[in-house]
Structure formats: structure tokens, C-alpha cells
């Protein structure tokens, strides 16, 4: 009789108590040790496995605790930044804040809003024309938008600095139409890309746009 090695490993399964009755095979079946050249045997092979798979929970279970750190600190920036839009007064001042908080909290180097349906603010950047494929573009905006280029004229909203920059994220302000635009820059290639999680820039925006749209009105 002919037994494969999947016939085998299927026996074994359906008879674990081989191994009870034959314990010395346990000492005397060696097999190759997974981190070198010797043999080991059966019962020390296992435990190596053992041995290997606990590292790598550990490697995971250490790996989400950092996750789970830096989220924290995230949320309360962001709580700190939602404090401090409830203390604004003026549009002005929501305006300041936002890129006062992105810079010295968030570590955004560079950050520019655009605003267009509301009531302009004379002299101020963030009300200066857009053109219609952007505004097109930001209206149909599920989620932000994140990667390694900007996208129609944005780049120029950074002047000087733009040749710099190598990511970007940009996120829609609205409530029930689009209103605008809060675009964050960076000259650090990893620190906005494509596949990222965007659960805390969603909130942000959010954020930003209660704010200015509770401190202008419509044309």
C-alpha cells in the first residue's frame, strides 16, 4: 500500500491520539531545524514553531499598540483644534487658527484654503478666483484626495515653495453644496500617498467648514 504525504497528514488528523500511543516517536523522528543545519526532533520542531509564532503575535500585538498611541495623540490634536474654531469669533480669525493649528500642531508645513459661494472677505487669499474645472472637480469629491501632485493650478496657491513640495492632501469644505477647499502640502514624499487612511483629514474638514461657513453667508 502506497501512502502519499497529504494521506498521511489526513490520517494523522483523523487519529490524534497516535502520538499517545507512540510517544517515543515524538524523541526518535527527526526533522530539519527551520533557523539552521542540525535536525531536531519532532516534539522540538514544534516547539520552535511555537516558539516563532508567539514572536510574531508579539510583533503584531506591539504593532497595534503603536498604532493605537498615535491615534490618540491625533484625536486630541484634532479635539484641540475643534476647541479652538468654537472660541472664533470672526472669519478671520477661523481662518488663522486653521493654518496656525495645521503648521505648529499637526506639523502641515504648508496648508491653503479656497473659498468661493460666500460672502468674500476683501484682500484675503483664501477668496481669490478658482478656476471652474477645480470647483467641478472638489464638488464631486467623496473623500480627500491624497498624493505626490497637485492637482490643476493648486500648486501655484504655494508660490515660492511649490517646486518643493511631493504630497499633498486635499479635502472639500461643505455642508449641504461645496464651498471650498483646505489643501495641505508637504515636501516629505511619505506623508501624504494615495492609499492612506483619511478618517482624521474627514474630520478636520468637517471641522473647518462648520466653522466658516458659521461665520459667513451666501451671496
Known sequence: ????????????????????????????????????????????????????????????LSELIGYAGANDTTSGKVHRLAVSLLGARTLPAVLD????????????????????????EDGRPEFAPVQAELREFVSHMEAPHCGHHA??????????????????????????????VLLLASPDENRFY??????????????VGAALRSQTHGP
Open 1 to 60: 500500500m502506497n501512502l502519499d504525504s497529504d494521506a498521511v497528514a489526513a490520517w494523522l488528523k483523523q487519529h490524534p491520539d497516535f502520538f499517545e500511543a507512540h510517544s517515543a516517536l515524538l524523541a526518535d523522528i527527526n526533522l530539519p531545524h527551520p533557523h539552521g543545519t542540525h535536525a531536531v526532533s519532532l516534539s522540538e520542531r514544534q516547539l520552535q514553531a511555537m516558539r516563532d509564532k508567539n514572536r510574531a503575535l508579539e510583533a503584531r
Open 97 to 120: 487658527i486653521v493654518q496656525q493649528q495645521l503648521k505648529e500642531d499637526f506639523a502641515v508645513p504648508h496648508g491653503a484654503i479656497r473659498l468661493w459661494g460666500l460672502a468674500a
Open 151 to 180: 492637482v490643476y493650478e493648486t500648486s501655484r496657491w504655494f508660490e515660492d515653495e511649490a517646486p518643493n513640495l511631493r504630497s499633498f492632501a486635499m479635502m472639500p469644505l461643505r455642508d449641504s453644496v461645496t464651498f471650498g
Open 194 to 207: 494615495p492609499d492612506m487612511g483619511t478618517f482624521y483629514l474627514t474630520r478636520i474638514a468637517e471641522l
